[in-house]
């Protein structure tokens, strides 16, 4: 079993700037493909981006060249920068851990708006 705590969410301006955080309790966090995804309140959730174990990554077109996933195995920690925040940026953010199986954060909850 696999705990994700995500951290980082808020309110912010447009044009702004966030860094979300996901901790993992794993003591084998390298060997999993990490990524983050998001739903807005009447949509379904979807992919914002991920990580692979040997730190390839993809993202969705909606988000390339404004947020950056990275991680830190020594931490068991992957992160998602995010700049040049859209208002349809607003939506629960959720952490998720692939390997054999799914696993999911809670979710932490980023709204933009002026």
């Known amino acids: 079993q696999v705990q994700l705590v995500e951290s980082g969410g808020g309110l912010v301006q447009p044009g702004g700037s966030l860094r979300l955080s996901c901790a993992a309790s794993t003591s084998i966090f390298a060997i999993y493909a990490m990524g983050w995804y998001r739903q807005a309140p009447g949509k379904q959730r979807e992919l914002v981006a991920t990580?692979?174990?040997?730190?390839?990554?993809n993202y969705a077109d909606s988000v390339k060249g404004r947020f950056t996933i990275s991680r830190d195995n020594a931490k068991k920690t992957v992160y998602l920068q995010m700049n040049s925040l859209k208002p349809e940026d607003t939506a629960v953010y959720y952490c998720?851990?692939?390997?054999?199986?799914?696993?999911w954060g809670q979710g932490t909850q980023v709204t933009v708006s002026s």
């Open positions: 998720n851990a692939k390997k054999w199986t799914d696993y």
């Open positions: 990580i692979s174990s040997g730190g390839t990554t």
